[in-house]
């Protein structure tokens, strides 16, 4: 496949042209306000699908946001890749933190991306992972090297729980069927150490609401006599670790993994430098479970984390209030083994165990999915290790993920094969956050990568 470099060479500006494009679109999933752009972008994909080579593209209608289904099927005799990925992207919230808008894409020069950096909301999470996928099988079927079949399957709803997946896969089993699964929505070390991520935590993800009198009171004339929700919720959560950042709900670590000192060495091997992750963060001192290192932390183990808390009155000025109400949104990131419905329900269990009787207390689960580990003995791990090694010069390391795709787990139970997760964003592309960015470099990278997997698969498979 030395045709790719110069493909790329003849192709750079209109591959960074159309991303730039999708990247205008607000395809915000978990803001109704924005369903016509997430139906817009929806419509984008197919055409892109199209124009790539896919001989059959749909979008297939469900409860919520479509799904995009292209094949191009060369030989039935073959192995079949499905690539999936989504659409759908994160709120820019909040937008005053943004040094450029969110949905108007511009082309910056760092530190770590001299050659320049994408930043738009979207760029890296997922929309330039997934795009890297139409380029290269354009390339593969442009310059007839697709060397097996190929099917897409395209979410807009993974932002929010992947609500409408779950049933399309099941009612489509036959024509998802395929022989690996290939996903770009994880990064790697760093550009000059890739990485396969071999696992994802699980996530359960709750909103709280604690309530105390049927009204915001006078905090004056009512304070220190009745119940304050934010105060008490405040007490709550804090209750949730103890002094050594362990979480107190019990039996959640009951079915927790714990790693080998064989395990942990290996991991330790990942080329990391703990005062370059503080400056990058700007903290003086990382945090977490006593006895685990960092790299540890985010990935092998499980956290409970607040990820909004609010009530009362936070307008200009002052208002003595004491609210009616007081509310947080909690995610908790969960390791192999762990089940998120169970610990959906220890949770719930817990919390409403620790209020006091002053307050009543509501959990409501929005979304959660199981943990998954990929084994680096199937043959789309070393499929993916000789494409990094071909276009990188180095072999890739296998990693643990601390971040979570739902769907992976949902994958292998139904489809009843493996998902290769080949991520080329990094971590410091501020996914979810404001000012998220994608390399031109990785992006490029990635379509070079690619289509190597194809080649690889196809001959160990045989």
Same mark, same amino acid.
Request: proline fraction near 6%; hydrophobic fraction near 35%; charged fraction near 25%.
């Given at each position: ?12 500006? /209109? ?38 080579? #896919? ?23 073959? &192995? ?38 994408? !930043? ?12 890297? =996928?139409?380029?290269?099988?354009? !390339? ?7 060397? #097996? ?40 070390? *760093? ?22 009198? %049927? /009204?915001?009171? =006078? ?11 934010? %105060? ?40 990391? %430098? ?22 540890? $932390?985010?990935?092998? $183990? ?25 509310? *947080?949104?909690?995610?908790? /990131? ?63 390391? &296998?990693? /643990? ?33 404001? %000012? ?27």
């Amino acid at each position: 496949m030395n045709s790719i470099q110069s493909y790329l060479k003849e192709h750079k500006d /209109r591959f960074l042209n159309e991303l730039i494009e999708l990247l205008k679109i607000p395809s915000i999933s978990a803001d109704s306000a924005y369903e016509k752009d997430v139906i817009k972008t929806a419509e984008v994909i197919k055409v892109s699908l199209e124009d790539a080579g #896919c001989e059959t593209v749909e979008i297939c209608k469900t409860e919520g946001y479509p799904i995009i289904y292209g094949e191009k099927i060369i030989d039935d005799s073959l &192995p079949t890749v499905l690539v999936y990925g989504h659409y759908d992207v994160q709120p820019p919230d909040p937008l005053e933190l943004w040094n450029s808008a969110p949905f108007e894409p511009v082309i910056e020069k760092t530190d770590i991306h001299p050659e320049g950096a994408i !930043f738009a909301r979207g760029a890296c999470d997922d929309k330039g992972q997934l795009y890297m =996928h139409v380029k290269a099988v354009e !390339f593969m079927t442009a310059t007839n090297q697709l060397p #097996c079949n190929v099917k897409f399957m395209i979410e807009g709803e993974e932002e929010v729980g992947s609500k409408s997946l779950s049933t399309f896969v099941k009612n489509n089993s036959d024509k998802l069927k395929n022989d690996v699964i290939l996903i770009s929505d994880t990064g790697m070390i *760093a550009k000059d150490a890739p990485s396969i991520t071999t696992g994802l935590r699980g996530l359960s993800y709750v909103e709280v609401e604690v309530t105390g009198p %049927n /009204r915001d009171l =006078h905090s004056g004339l009512y304070g220190g006599a009745v119940a304050n929700p934010i %105060n008490i919720l405040s007490k709550m959560i804090a209750s949730l670790h103890d002094e050594n950042n362990r979480i107190t709900i019990p039996g959640f670590y009951e079915k927790v993994e714990e790693p080998s000192k064989e395990d942990r060495a290996e991991m330790a091997k990942a080329p990391f %430098n703990l005062e370059d992750y503080k400056d990058a963060l700007d903290i003086d001192e990382v945090y977490g479970e006593t006895g685990y290192t960092t790299n540890e $932390r985010n990935s092998i $183990r499980p956290t409970l984390d607040v990820n909004g808390i609010w009530g009362g009155y936070i307008g200009e000025g002052a208002k003595t209030v004491i609210a009616s109400k007081a509310y *947080a949104k909690i995610s908790m /990131r969960l390791v192999p083994n762990q089940d998120w419905e169970e610990i959906t329900k220890l949770f719930t269990t817990h919390f409403k165990n620790i209020a006091p009787k002053a307050v009543k207390v509501k959990v409501t689960p929005h979304h959660g999915g199981q943990g998954y580990v990929t084994p680096i003995d199937n043959i789309g791990y070393q499929a993916a290790s000789r494409a990094y090694q071909t276009t990188f010069g180095k072999i890739p390391i &296998p990693q /643990r993920s601390g971040g979570s795709i739902p769907i992976v787990a949902l994958f292998e139970q139904e489809l009843k094969s493996k998902t290769i997760l080949m991520g080329f964003g990094l971590d410091s592309d501020a996914i979810h956050s404001p %000012n998220e960015h994608f390399g031109i470099w990785n992006y490029l990278k990635g379509i070079e990568t690619i289509p190597y997997f194809y080649k690889y698969f196809t001959e160990l498979f045989k």
